[in-house]
């Protein structure tokens, strides 16, 4: 039998940014008064800090498993994360390996 083939459907996340932005523009376009625009900016600022903190744990961990089945080379490259960011990723992920103990720790 030939083998499955499995397409995933990815969103343009070009024309998501564009349409996001033009509705934060137009949010932020309504408000005349500069001190509720800088308020509803710190609002809008939270909101979407609060938002990526939800979804950071699950993008972790879906991020680990590829790389643990599929050993993919450059991932935090293409997950827009830094080296040092990466490494903290792979902290709590099981390797195989005793993880090192401070001097003086119990064993």
Do not use: N
Request: proline share 11%; hydrophobic share 35%.
């Amino acid at each position: 039998p030939a083998p499955t083939i499995v397409r995933l459907e990815r969103p343009d996340l070009d024309a998501v940014r564009d349409q996001v932005q033009a509705e934060t523009r137009a949010q932020l376009d309504a408000v005349t008064d500069s001190v509720e625009r800088a308020h509803r900016v710190g609002q809008l600022v939270a909101q979407a800090d609060t938002h990526l903190a939800r979804l950071r744990p699950e993008r972790d961990s879906l991020a680990l498993a590829l790389w643990a089945y599929e050993r993919t080379r450059g991932l935090e490259q293409s997950m827009g994360v830094s080296r040092p960011s990466w490494v903290k990723i792979h902290r709590p992920a099981p390797t195989g390996r005793p993880r090192p103990r401070p001097p003086g720790s119990p064993a």
